[in-house]
Structure formats: structure tokens, C-alpha cells
């Protein structure tokens, strides 16, 4: 009895029986005619000068022995419960030329058709020559063996992992010349069982030479290395998943279910393999074939620095060639990782279409290297392209990695690149072989910013529509992480040509591999840079390239856009050494060293040199710089409080008190003349558009309502008098000692409101450079007093249900409400925009149902529902808005930032030489309107602290009764208070 293999497919491998034999043995006869067709032979192709062979013949496995081992006939199969063969702890086994068959006991641990078991050193025993087939489980199983031999044998319709190397600590075994057919899946094992391998290796430490595995349900050849040996040989001193492939030669996959060859799910080779620290080493595997497997030819998901030389990889379902993640390797200048293979679409080109899968895919990371493939009858399939999987949500890697790619031919393969997500790829032609366009030039995706008329130009579908460069300019990975504030995460980052529009574009921001941007960059030349955003950043790293890649002279500079005031940015090299800006009065240069940066105020424009000047090559990062956004110039954000007491209150309208300064539109309220300072400009009140200054120890009543101001500076003490309804109104105000609106114990009576105006562009308030306030702001780092008159009840649930059309709501309890409040009435369907506001135009004398300007639109359910659990109450709620004090941003007109730039209160603390100041706020009965700026990170309210205190220390806020209204960002963000 023979088994006839298949080249493609696994269900049309057969059984036969010999009827004669001629030829020397060279022609045998059958019983019966085979059911199927077996094309078989040793095909050729051409790569344009040269023939190649192919070795696609079909085997035939001889079963049939006259000595058997074997199963009892039908209780065997009943019971998947067949004979098993073991040497155990040192036993000698000799088995040759006999036929195996109803063996393995299927799911009993170590019952197995043929079995080396814990035997040690076994040089001198072999199971070669064998037939082993129809296995309940497994056919050979080597366990805590060496040196055994494995050899010449056939095995045929096996469950679970065929030819079986178990625990991981098995050395120098010889798997050679086997033939292993039709591996079926075992259900009750091991877990990988379910996706066996006709040859499968705990370990690559053994010796896989010249064999061959057909039709497996999964794969043909599978490295499952462990971290350490699993069951008995459990040891912390053999590292399988780093331990050396001692030899990986002349084998062959076909017609498997999935792959050929499958390394997963790592495989990272060290010198030491249990010493990380002693680097990676190269492991080199030899002359496979893989031809019609389901999916890959070969295929890694994690491996490291392995090496694939002279493969023939053919006609396979997907890529011939998957390689996942490429980690734990080193920079070499000559040991490609695939060298010199084969690539083969269809074996016949006259029937070839194109493929649907590239033939080769490159992994994640970086100094994955190619010299020598051939790829043959891909036609506009596409031959070659990189960042495997980096677009699945398991990796969503940043992409841009540096490929290095020689000696590549494309016959019949009119697309060479397929460009996949995130379309980031830097292809590096070092003869010219894959651009033609001659040595040390680059393929890579479309961006606008990388097309240079005559340097840099898009192609036709031959490249997908990418880019080719010629060898005048490179393309690098500029990565772009560490971004403050978390308002920039997940923004886009623009990139242009310097001053070219036309040459925009927009790159995605990715949370994985790094936390931030990469881009592949033509370099030399200039280019500005933004985030798509109104937040400007704060903090920043930069990181060029790879050092192995630089060439002595390249650069890249960036101009970065900035919105809100900037001193300048220090950046701060991979070594934590600063690298000090130019002047604006010079030029910033590429012979500048990298991190050089140069600020133009008047423009917003900060530039930064990314050169080969000035690097560290003994840093693991050379080419990388931290930035940090700068506001304060020396001696300007400095500690203003005084412990000296506030002199008697005195009015904001007495003259006497004021003097302006015109030339600066400033007007200071402090004492003058007498045995104070004389007043070195008018003594008025200020005037539209003045920034007012409230002088440390002054006590400033505000006793009429001020024009519109600049910024407000209150380094003493202003306070509203309540004497009539006041507002005060500006572009921003800074309280370093206290701004007060009435007191706890007799909040305001009159009408109060806070506006504060003004738009992105406008100046910013700068207290301290931990604080990036922006504009629109009230900050403080004293104490703030807001009290209006608190409602008795500021929100309350409705009694009954209203309903679309009605006017009138029932309320379950009295309320303090008066006709002309504004009210507000949730909403309680899914859909939560059913919300409505109304003023009240009546009230019952019981204080329970009011009547509103308006009917509503949606139901407001309030009532019981009755539940298997018991009753459920589900009642709407209903908050007045309106309040006597008002802090509000003013809105509407583009001067105000439109309706979504609101004002906002930021309550915080700062260290200065002379200590800590810490904030601290009550707000009560407040209205608190327009307020948070939308797309920015500037809530209404920020509590904000960076100290740590005590419990008695303890800076205190007070939030109560308030309504908050018509808010374009959060409404309160408490950060350490």
C-alpha cells in the first residue's frame, strides 16, 4: 500500500494499492487508477537571463511493512485508542522498517505510535524507515532526548502534531529525510493541537534536514519556542525562544492548510540565549520550498534575527513570504534577512493572475534588510511591501521604518510596491534595482510634502502612485511623541513644503509602538510644522531617523506654528544637555547642531535644525531632542504677594489713586505722592482698551462699572460695592491676592457680572511657566470671592409627566422661584439632546406649578413604573439658571472667538524662589456662562494643583448653587486639589 500526495490539494491525496512493480522499481502499477490528476515535476522558470528550477514532484510513501506493530482492528478505532511504543530514561530503541499503524492513545499524555521519553543522551538509538499511519496521536515524539536519529520515516493520517518535539530542552536530535502526510487536527491535547503541524518544535536546537510535510489541516513546519522547557525538563537555564536553530535545511512544504512555515509566536535568538544583554544572533535557515499552502509559504509573527536564504517560494494562497514584527536585532551592513529567493505568483505564467496578496511582506521595525529576490508572474498583483499588520488594532504601529532592498528582478510583475496602511514605508534601493533609478534612491507612499519636481515625483501603479527619489536626497522617519497638553492626543499633525500650501497634508495621530506621529520626510530641505489644533504644545521629543542610517550632511529643518505668547523653547538634547537657540538676527543653518532652534515672535514661528552636527553616537538615541514651551522671560513671572496688610478700602472712581502711563496703556492703582512715589503719568481713570494694574497692599472698591479693559492685574484686593448692579468687563484678569463679589455671609444683592472678552489670537495672561493659561481667563493664585443670592432649591424633580404641547410643570417640592427665571428641564429618552429651556411667566401660590413662556417639544416622563423587582420612580428634573452674579465670556462676533470661545476660571497654585503660592475660590449662587473654549484644553473651571500639602494645608474650593450654562468644554477639571 502506497500514499500518493497531492501539489495543491490535501483532499486529493490517496491511497493505492501496488499491483506490480517495473523498471527497477522505477514504474509501479496499481490495482485500481488514481482518482485524481498529479501533476508532477521539476518546473522551470525564467527571470529574464537564467532558468531556475523548481522542484514540484509529488511524493509517494511506501505503508505497507512486513513486521507490524499495530492496534487491535475496530476497538482501536471505536475508542481512538490504539498501541503505543516508548523508550523511557535511557532505554535504547532501534526501530526500523516496520509499519506502525492504529497507534497513539488519543488525549493520554505519553502514549504515542513512537515515543523517545525522557531518555538523555541517545546517539545510538533511531526510529528511521518506518511507516507509521492512521495514528490516534502523533507518529514520532522526542521528550528530553539527545542526539536521537529520526529518519527516512513516512507518516500518514496522523492527529495532532505529527513528528513531535516536546519540552523545549531537546538538543542535537536529526529529523531528517522524513515524509509527513495528511496531519489532522487532535481536539483533546495540547491547545495547538487544534492547528497541528506535521513537524513541530518546542525548540529550534535539533537538526530539521530534508524532509518533507503535505497536506496538514494547518501547517507544515511550526517553531512554537517556549520561554523556558515545559513538564519534566523544566529548567531556568535553556531559553528555548532564544536558543540557536542548529540546522534548518533542504525541506519542503506543499498543499498544507495554512502555512509552510510558521514561526510563532516569537523567536528572538540571543548569543547567550538566557542573556538578553548579550545581543541578538543571526540563525540562518537554508534552501526551503514552499509551494501551494493555503496561506504563507513562510510566515513569522515575532522573530528576530533570522535569516532566509534561497528559499523557493511558489504559488502559496497568501504572501509567499509574512514576516509580522522584527525585534531584538542589531544594525549589520551585510546580512540581509531574505537573501537571494525565489518569489513565484504561478508557475506558469501563461495562465498566471495577478495575486491578491504581495509576495514578499516586510515586517514592523527597523534594519530589515533584502539582497537577492526574484519575483516572477505577480503581473499588477504587486511584489513587495512592508509594515505587515501594522494597521491591526492589535499593533497599529506607526509605520515610516526604513527598508534596505538590492539584486531584486521583476519578471512578468508589472507593480512592484503595494503601499498599505498606515502608508508609511521608506523603501532604500541601494543598486537601483527596485526604482531604476540608479544606486541609494527611495520608493515610499504619496504625501504632498515629498513631491520635488525633478528630485522627488509621483510614479504610475508600477509603484502603487508613490513617490521615487533620486540618490540627492533621502527619506527619513521623523517621529513626533511626548506631546503636552493631553488636548493634542489623537489631533492630526500637518506637514508642508516651507511656505507652499499646495504642498499640505495631515498624518494621523497613532496611540501605539510610541504614543504620537511618524512620517517619512524627504530631507534637506525646510518645512512647517502644526498640529491640527488650536492648543498649541507645550512639550515635545523629536526624534530623527536611525544614526545607522545618516549621512554625514543631511538635515531637516521645522518651523512649528505657535498661537499663544512664547519666551522661547528650550530644547534639550538625548543627553539632557541644553542646545541653546541663535539669534533671529542670523540664519539657522544645517552645520548647526541638531536641536538648534531659533524663535520669531512677531511671526509665532519657532524653528528647529535637525542635522548630523553635534551628535553622540555612544547615546542610545543620538538624533533625538525634548522640547519645552518657555513663556516667562527672565525676571518677568515673579512672586508678587505680600504679607504686609492691605491699607484701608478706597474707590476705584477717586482719581487720586490712578495714574495712567499712555505710552504703555497702563493705569496703576496705588498711593501717590507724599511719602509715596509721585505719579510719572496722568492721574485718570483708565480708559477703553488699559490694562489696570491693582497695586500689591491697594484695596480697591469698585464703585462704578469701568470701561471695557485689557487685562486686569489684581495684585492687591479689588471688590464690587453693593451699592447698584456692576460689571466689570476685560480681556483677562489675574487675582494674586483677592477679587471679591459679595461674602458668604452677605452674598451680592445687586446684579454682578464678570465678562471677560477677546478671541484665540489675542495675548495671553502669564502667571508662571506651569501654567499655560492662554486668553479669556480669570486666574487665580490668590483667593477668590464670588457670592451671589443662593435659590433655597436649585434643582427639583417634576411630580407628573409633561408632555409635548403642555406649558405648565408640577413640581414635587416648594420652590424660591419668581416669574422671569430661566429654567431648564432634563430630558428622559435616549436621546439626550431632549433637554429644553423656558422663562417662568407664573407661579401658584403654593409654589408647586409653574407656567413658561413656551410649549415643549419633547415628554418629560415623571411617575412610577412598576418592575418584577418592585416599583421604580423615574422623574425629570428641573434646575433654575439664572443667578445675580454672572461670570460669563462674551460671545457672537469673530472678535469674541464666535459662540464656542468662552471665558474660563483657573484656580491654581505656583512655586516661586521665595515659595509656594496656592489659589483657592468660593463661588456660590453664580451664574457661570459661555464659559470653556471648545477644542482647547480650557474648562470652565480648572482646579489645579502640582504641591503636596497636608490635611490642615489644604488649599479649599467651594463650588455651591451655582448654574452652569451653555459650557464649550467641560464644566469643572480638578487636577490634585
Request: net charge negative.
Amino acid at each position: 500500500i502506497i500514499v500518493l500526495t497531492h501539489q495543491s490539494d490535501r483532499s486529493k491525496i490517496e491511497e493505492l494499492v501496488v499491483s506490480s512493480v517495473a523498471d527497477a522499481g522505477l514504474t509501479i502499477h496499481l490495482q485500481t487508477p488514481t482518482v485524481y490528476s498529479h501533476a508532477s515535476a521539476i518546473n522551470t522558470v525564467n527571470d529574464g537571463t537564467s532558468d531556475i528550477d523548481v522542484d514540484m514532484r509529488v511524493e509517494v510513501g511506501l505503508l505497507t511493512r512486513n513486521v507490524v506493530i499495530q492496534g487491535e482492528p475496530g476497538k482501536s478505532e471505536e475508542q481512538v485508542f490504539g498501541s503505543h511504543l516508548m523508550a523511557a530514561h535511557g532505554a535504547e530503541l532501534r526501530v526500523e522498517n516496520i509499519e506502525i499503524r492504529r497507534c497513539g492513545q488519543s488525549g493520554v499524555l505519553g502514549r504515542y505510535c513512537s515515543h523517545f521519553h525522557m531518555a538523555g543522551d541517545l546517539r545510538t538509538s533511531y526510529i528511521r524507515s518506518n511507516s507509521i499511519h492512521d495514528s490516534f496521536q502523533r507518529a514520532v515524539t522526542i521528550h528530553g532526548t539527545h542526539r536521537a536519529v529520526v529518519q527516512n520515516n513516512v507518516a500518514y493520517n496522523v492527529k495532532g502534531h505529527t513528528f513531535f518535539v516536546e519540552d523545549g530542552d531537546e538538543r542535537y536530535n536529526l529529523i531528517e529525510g522524513n515524509l509527513g502526510i495528511l496531519t489532522q487536527i487532535l481536539s483533546v491535547m495540547l491547545k495547538s493541537d487544534l492547528k497541528p503541524a506535521t513537524f513541530w518544535m518546542k525548540t529550534p536546537t535539533n537538526l530539521w534536514r530534508n524532509n518533507v510535510a503535505v497536506g496538514c489541516v494547518k501547517d507544515g513546519y511550526w517553531l512554537e519556542a517556549s520561554g523556558h522547557p515545559g513538564g519534566p525538563s523544566f529548567t531556568e537555564t535553556i531559553c528555548p525562544i532564544h536558543d540557536h536553530w542548529y540546522e534548518f535545511s533542504d525541506n519542503f512544504a506543499h498543499a498544507n492548510g495554512v502555512h509552510g512555515l510558521r514561526i510563532y509566536p516569537a523567536y528572538f535568538p540571543f548569543v547567550d540565549p538566557c542573556d538578553s544583554s548579550s545581543g541578538p544572533k543571526a540563525q540562518y535557515l537554508y534552501d526551503f520550498t514552499s509551494y501551494m499552502n493555503g496561506n504563507n509559504g513562510i510566515f513569522s509573527k515575532k522573530v528576530g534575527d533570522v535569516h532566509h536564504v534561497r528559499a523557493k517560494l511558489v504559488a502559496n494562497g497568501g504572501s509567499e513570504l509574512q514576516w509580522n514584527i522584527f525585534e531584538h536585532v542589531e544594525y549589520r551592513e551585510d546580512d540581509p534577512n531574505v537573501k537571494d529567493c525565489l518569489f513565484v505568483n504561478n508557475i506558469d505564467s501563461g495562465s498566471a493572475t495577478a495575486s491578491s496578496s504581495p509576495a514578499l511582506f516586510m515586517p514592523q521595525m527597523e534594519y530589515f534588510h533584502v539582497d537577492g529576490a526574484t519575483f516572477i508572474n505577480y503581473l499588477d498583483g504587486g511584489a513587495i511591501a512592508g509594515c505587515a499588520v501594522c494597521n491591526s488594532d492589535q499593533f497599529l504601529s506607526q509605520g515610516g521604518f526604513t527598508y534596505r532592498l538590492q539584486n531584486l528582478i521583476f519578471q512578468n510583475t508589472a507593480k512592484r510596491t503595494v503601499w498599505t496602511a498606515p502608508y508609511k514605508q521608506i523603501f532604500y534601493d541601494l543598486d537601483g534595482s527596485l526604482t531604476g533609478l540608479g544606486p541609494l534612491t527611495t520608493a515610499t507612499p504619496y504625501w504632498k510634502w515629498n513631491i520635488y519636481t525633478g528630485v522627488c515625483e509621483q510614479q504610475d501603479d508600477t509603484y502603487d502612485e508613490g513617490i521615487l527619489c533620486d540618490n540627492t536626497v533621502q527619506v527619513r522617519r521623523l517621529q513626533i511623541d511626548g506631546v503636552e497638553p493631553r488636548e493634542l492626543d489623537f489631533q492630526q499633525l500637518m506637514l508642508q513644503q516651507f511656505d507652499m500650501e499646495a504642498n499640505r497634508d495631515y498624518m494621523t495621530f497613532l496611540p501605539k509602538e510610541f504614543y504620537g506621529w511618524a512620517l517619512p520626510v524627504v530631507n534637506r530641505r525646510d518645512y512647517n510644522a502644526d498640529f491640527n489644533s488650536l492648543v498649541d504644545f507645550r512639550e515635545m521629543r523629536i526624534r530623527y531617523s536611525e544614526p545607522e542610517y545618516i549621512i554625514p550632511g543631511e538635515y531637516m529643518r521645522l518651523v512649528w506654528n505657535y498661537t499663544d505668547y512664547r519666551y522661547t523653547f528650550d530644547v534639550f538634547y538625548s543627553n539632557n544637555e541644553q542646545r541653546f537657540p541663535v539669534s533671529t538676527a542670523v540664519d539657522l543653518v544645517e552645520t548647526d547642531d541638531f536641536g538648534t532652534g531659533q524663535i520669531f515672535p512677531n511671526e509665532r514661528k519657532w524653528h528647529i535644525m535637525l542635522s548630523s552636527e553635534g551628535i553622540d553616537e555612544t547615546l542610545s538615541n543620538p538624533y533625538q531632542v525634548t522640547v519645552d514651551a518657555i513663556q516667562c522671560a527672565p525676571g518677568a513671572c515673579v512672586d508678587l504677594f505680600t504679607d504686609e496688610p492691605l491699607y484701608d478700602p478706597t474707590f476705584w472712581s477717586d482719581t487720586s489713586y490712578w495714574c495712567r502711563d499712555a505710552a504703555t496703556a497702563t493705569a496703576t492703582y496705588y498711593k501717590y505722592g507724599g511719602d509715596f512715589p509721585d505719579c510719572e503719568g496722568v492721574q485718570t481713570l483708565p480708559i477703553e482698551g488699559d490694562d489696570v494694574v491693582i497695586n500689591p497692599r491697594m484695596y480697591c472698591v469698585m464703585d462704578l462699572n469701568p470701561p471695557i479693559l485689557n487685562h486686569v492685574y489684581v495684585d492687591g484686593k479689588l471688590e464690587f460695592l453693593d451699592d447698584a448692579d456692576r460689571t466689570l468687563e476685560a480681556y483677562g484678569i489675574r487675582v494674586w491676592r483677592e477679587l471679591q463679589v459679595g461674602s458668604r455671609g452677605r452674598p451680592f444683592e445687586h446684579n454682578a457680572v464678570i465678562r471677560l472678552h477677546g478671541q484665540r489670537t489675542d495675548a495671553t495672561i502669564i502667571v508662571h511657566d506651569s501654567r499655560f493659561l492662554g486668553n479669556k481667563v480669570l486666574a487665580v493664585i490668590g483667593n477668590l470671592e464670588l457670592h451671589g443670592a443662593e435659590p433655597t432649591v436649585a434643582w427639583t424633580h417634576i411630580a407628573s409627566t409633561v408632555n409635548a404641547g403642555d406649558d405648565m410643570i408640577t413640581l414635587s417640592e416648594p420652590v424660591d422661584w419668581v416669574v422671569g427665571d430661566a429654567i431648564v428641564i432634563s430630558g428622559t429618552e435616549y436621546d439626550a439632546d431632549q433637554y429644553e429651556t423656558a422663562t417662568i411667566t407664573a407661579i401658584s401660590a403654593d409654589m408647586l406649578t409653574i407656567t413658561v413662556d413656551t410649549t415643549f417639544t419633547y415628554r418629560h416622563f415623571g411617575g412610577t413604573i412598576s418592575t418584577a423587582r418592585g416599583d421604580v420612580t423615574l422623574q425629570a428634573v428641573v434646575g433654575k439658571l439664572n443667578r445675580n452674579v454672572v461670570f460669563e465670556g462674551a460671545s457672537g462676533s469673530t472678535a469674541e472667538g464666535g459662540n464656542t470661545y468662552g471665558a474660563h476660571i483657573v484656580v491654581m497654585d505656583a512655586t516661586f524662589d521665595e515659595g509656594t503660592r496656592v489659589g483657592s475660590s468660593s463661588i456660590t449662587g453664580v451664574n457661570l456662562n459661555n464659559c470653556g473654549q471648545e477644542g482647547l484644553e480650557h474648562a470652565c473651571i480648572l482646579y489645579v494643583y502640582d504641591g503636596s500639602y497636608t490635611t490642615s494645608e489644604y488649599p479649599i474650593n467651594i463650588l455651591q448653587a451655582c448654574a452652569m450654562q451653555d459650557a464649550n468644554n467641560y464644566a469643572i477639571i480638578s487636577e490634585g486639589s
